[in-house]
């Protein structure tokens, strides 16, 4: 009996040692956040993944789960990212003649836009002063989950702050796009979707899917020239700074 009851105390444990809880935690605040995101009548302010994020932080502190052990686990999900970022192909290929038809605009203002994501984040948080970690960690914060996690590898950030720092760009972008879109009169469903997907990544384009196929097809197109642009020209200008 003793042995027992000593087996079902190190259960927790042994438990911890695979990703099946960290799996679990994870789907659960995903479904969990879905639900309380329809509840209350999808408000842009308050997309599901910040609701699940916030279950995902109060379950690591109820159950006192050390977080890079759930990270450990949950790493069997990020696996998914970059699959899952690739399906966004299908979107694009369906809406190839909205977007053949705007090529000269998507490439003039594709660079600028993304250097200005990344040099802001930068440059405010040295302005604040951050350290060179928390710095490289915050400028690829406009870049889907899957590359930024490659651009910091080369820059030296932390992983940590780069998944909060995109976290809170893809909201405060839906948010922004959602206030200030109609009382600066841009109801074009291209042009909305194409700054959500430069500015608000992964989040952002969901936020566009839900305004419409075309959209969502100009925010795929937008995060994946972001991604792709960023990753060429952030870790070399990183590395010109960094050797000043």
């Not at 710095?135 to 909060?164: H, R």
């Not at 194409?194 to 990544?201: E, Q, S």
Request: hydrophobic fraction near 60%; charge should be neutral.
């Amino acid at each position: 009996m003793t042995e027992l009851i000593q087996r079902w105390q190190a259960l927790p444990a042994h438990l911890l040692e695979t990703p099946l809880p960290a799996i679990a935690i994870t789907l659960l605040a995903f479904m969990l956040g879905t639900h309380v995101f329809r509840l209350l009548k999808q408000p842009s302010w308050c997309p599901p993944v910040l609701i699940a994020s916030a279950v995902v932080a109060v379950i690591l502190w109820g159950l006192d789960i050390d977080f890079a052990r759930y990270r450990e686990g949950a790493a069997w999900l990020m696996l998914l990212l970059g699959p899952a970022t690739v399906a966004l192909g299908v979107p694009l290929f369906q809406q190839f003649h909205h977007i053949r038809a705007l090529w000269r605009p998507v490439l003039l203002t594709l660079p600028p836009a993304a250097m200005l994501a990344a040099a802001y984040a930068a440059g405010l948080a040295w302005a604040l002063g951050a350290s060179r970690e928390v710095i490289a960690s915050l400028a690829p914060k406009s870049v889907t989950a899957p590359i930024a996690l490659g651009i910091i590898d080369q820059t030296g950030g932390s992983a940590s702050v780069l998944m909060g720092g995109l976290l809170a760009t893809g909201v405060v972008t839906t948010l922004a796009v959602s206030l200030f879109a109609p009382r600066l009169g841009v109801h074009d469903e291209r042009v909305l979707g194409f700054v959500l997907g430069i500015n608000g990544h992964a989040i952002g384009t969901v936020r566009a899917f839900e305004i419409s196929p075309t959209a969502g097809a100009f925010a795929s197109l937008g995060m994946g020239l972001t991604g792709i642009f960023t990753a060429l020209f952030l870790p070399l200008a990183w590395a010109l700074i960094a050797g000043q």
